[in-house]
Every structure is written in structure tokens, then in C-alpha cells.
């Protein structure tokens, strides 16, 4: 990672998590003093943030911290940044709904067009999620692989371009939910996308995909309504209450 990664890096998780709200951005000066850069470095981190949508130059009022609604959500370091901030429910269903809207048309084209190649892709994702349940392989890099490797198999270059997206978006997502649900992805249900694309059955390969990502839908939605329950006052059990029957 260059200097200048390094420091687009701390500058917009620094962002992200508000630590500028009071005190405003600092100017270009302080930032090079505060990390250590050279003013070219700074002026670059800064460029690349605001090309993300995160600040914006004003001639007199300086840099300013753009809100968060003005952020590129589709670029890979501010998701990053975002996923990795203090625990959402509501981003992560945002993001498990984009999927929704992506990963089961993936899996369809994947269907119709996928060569031998792009087919093996997959089963190697596969193969390394059974290698991660024996203990061999990591379960989220192994699970990443799979979802990857059918993007690349759609042959289409803007599903293509998702790659660094999805790949970025899918690590924190997939942590979040196995530490939701406490145990790994089904190795069934990712067997049967992949036998639907090897078979060449786009419906199937999307009614499969669906069903994977719409269960994570579910699980997020069942967790956020336990810690709702978790998180509501206990009403007190009297005496009073215990023979009236309320």
C-alpha cells in the first residue's frame, strides 16, 4: 500500500465514524504535519476523497465533509469503511438487497454462457468451502470465491466490474451474518447453484441464488428483532399481578 493509500485509508475511516462533525476537516498543512506526508500526498488523498463523493473544496469555507447521503456507496472503500463502522443492521439488509438484485441474474447468465472454465471458477470456490468446513481453507475467503467466481462467469464486463464491489462488500457482509447465525454458509444450497449453472438452467441457478440470499434477509431480520426484544424493559412480576393473571 503507497503512502498515499495508507493515507486515503486513515482519512476516510476517520470520516466515516464522524471524528471531523465538531471540529471540521483540517486544512491540507495539518494533515501533512499530523501523518507525516508530503503536501503532494496529502493534496492526492484528498482528490481521491472527494472524487468518492466524501468531501468537497469551497473556495472560502475550505475542505468540507460532504453528508453521508453525497457518498459513492458503489465504490469498494467507502462500503469498506462503512460495513467496518460500528455494526448496522439496517446497511447490512441494504446491502443483502442489492445482492438480491445482482447475485440470482448473475447466476442465470452464468447458466446460459458459462464455459468450462469459467465453470471450474466455481466448483473451486466450492471445493474450498468444503476444504474450509474440514478445517483446510478459510471459510470467508472460500465463501467469497464461489459468489466471485460467478460474476466472472457471467461473461458480461459491467457484472465483471462489481468484482472488487462485491468481493470488498461480500467479507464483511458474510463475517457479519455466520457471526449472526453462529456456523458457516450451506454447502448444500451453494452445491445446488452450482449444479443448476453446470446443468445450464438458468431458472433454477436464479430460484437457487435467491433462496441463499434471501434466507441472510431473513436471519438479519430475525437477529434485529431478538435484540429489539433483548433491549425492551422486563415488566415486574408482583404478588398482586401474579393473582389477577397479568
Do not use: C
Not at 50 to 66: C, D, E, F, N, Y
Amino acid at each position: 500500500m503507497t503512502l498515499t493509500e495508507q493515507l486515503l485509508d486513515a482519512l476516510g475511516r476517520e470520516i466515516v465514524l464522524g471524528r471531523f462533525a465538531e471540529s471540521g476537516f483540517p486544512t491540507e498543512a495539518e494533515i501533512s504535519e499530523a501523518y507525516s506526508t508530503s503536501r503532494g500526498v496529502t493534496r492526492e488523498a484528498i482528490k481521491m476523497l472527494t472524487s468518492k463523493g466524501m468531501l468537497s473544496a469551497r473556495p472560502r469555507s475550505g475542505i468540507v465533509v460532504q453528508p453521508e447521503r453525497s457518498w459513492s456507496l458503489l465504490d469498494a472503500d467507502v462500503l469498506r469503511w462503512m460495513l467496518e463502522r460500528k455494526f448496522s443492521y439496517k446497511l447490512l439488509q441494504s446491502f443483502t438487497e442489492m445482492r438480491l438484485g445482482i447475485e440470482p441474474t448473475a447466476a442465470a447468465l452464468a447458466a446460459r454462457r458459462a464455459d468450462a472454465e469459467a465453470i471450474k471458477g466455481i466448483e473451486r470456490g466450492l471445493e474450498r468451502m468444503i476444504a474450509a468446513e474440514r478445517g483446510e481453507d478459510d471459510h470467508l475467503t472460500s465463501d467469497v470465491a464461489f459468489h466471485v467466481a460467478i460474476l466472472d462467469a457471467t461473461g458480461n464486463p459491467f457484472y465483471v466490474q462489481l468484482h472488487e464491489l462485491v468481493n470488498t462488500a461480500l467479507r464483511i457482509s458474510i463475517q457479519l451474518t455466520n457471526r449472526i447465525k453462529g456456523h458457516t454458509a450451506s454447502i448444500p444450497a451453494h452445491r445446488r447453484v452450482l449444479d443448476a449453472i453446470k446443468a445450464g438452467d438458468a431458472v433454477a441457478a436464479h430460484a437457487t441464488m435467491s433462496s441463499i440470499i434471501n434466507d441472510v434477509l431473513v436471519l438479519i431480520a430475525d437477529a434485529q428483532a431478538r435484540e429489539a426484544d433483548q433491549g425492551k424493559p422486563r415488566k415486574r412480576v408482583t404478588k398482586a399481578s401474579v393473582r389477577s393473571g397479568k
